[in-house]
C-alpha cells in the first residue's frame, strides 16, 4: 500500500511538475504592465524550450542506466503530450468575460481538469516500469527534481502547507 502510495506521488509530481513548467512558461521575465497588471505572453518557441529544459533536467537528474534508458522515451512523450494538452488548454480559454456564467464555469473546468487527470494517467503508466526499475537514490531524487522549492530547503521543506496536504504527498512521508 506504501509503495503505491508512493508510485502514485512520483507520478503525480511528475504530471504537476511539467503543468507547472507549461505554466511557467507562459510566464515572461518581462516585468508586469504597472497600468493592466498583466505580463505580456512569451513564444510558443519559448513555451517549448523551458519543456524541454525541464524535462531534460529530470532525466539528467535521474542518472538513469542503460537498462532505464530504454524505458524514458514512453515517459518523455506521455510527458510532452501531456505538456502540449495543457498549452493548449490554456490558449483555447483565452480570457473568459468578465461576466462569465458561474455554472458554465464551472462546466468549463471540470472538462479541463478531466482532460488533465487523462494526461496525467497516461504519464502514470508510461512512467510505471521506469518507475519500478529506479533505486530509492532515484525514487528520492524523482520527488525533489519534481518540486524545484525542495531543493533549496531539503526533501522535506519544499511545497510546503496546503498543497502537499491538499494532493496528500506528506502521506508517504
Not at 519559448?46 to 542503460?66: N, V
Not at 464555469?105 to 529506479?134: C, D, I, N, W
Amino acid at each position: 500500500m506504501k509503495r503505491r502510495l508512493l508510485f502514485t506521488s512520483s507520478a503525480a509530481a511528475l504530471g504537476v511538475g511539467l503543468i507547472a513548467a507549461s505554466a511557467l512558461a507562459q510566464q515572461s521575465a518581462t516585468p508586469p504592465n504597472p497600468a493592466t497588471n498583466t505580463r505580456p505572453p512569451i513564444s510558443a518557441e519559448d513555451q517549448s524550450a523551458f519543456i524541454d529544459a525541464r524535462i531534460a533536467a529530470i532525466k539528467a537528474g535521474l542518472r538513469l542506466t542503460a537498462e532505464q534508458e530504454k524505458l524514458w522515451p514512453p515517459v518523455e512523450a506521455a510527458a510532452r503530450d501531456m505538456a502540449k494538452q495543457a498549452q493548449d488548454s490554456r490558449a483555447a480559454r483565452g480570457t473568459p468575460p468578465a461576466n462569465e456564467d458561474p455554472v458554465e464555469r464551472m462546466a468549463r473546468m471540470g472538462g479541463e481538469m478531466t482532460q488533465r487527470g487523462t494526461s496525467m494517467t497516461k504519464v502514470a503508466t508510461a512512467a510505471r516500469p521506469l518507475y519500478a526499475s529506479l533505486s530509492d537514490d532515484q525514487k528520492r531524487r524523482l520527488r525533489v527534481l519534481m518540486h524545484p522549492a525542495g531543493m533549496q530547503r531539503g526533501e522535506h521543506g519544499g511545497m510546503k502547507g496546503h498543497h502537499r496536504e491538499h494532493h496528500g504527498w506528506n502521506e508517504h512521508r
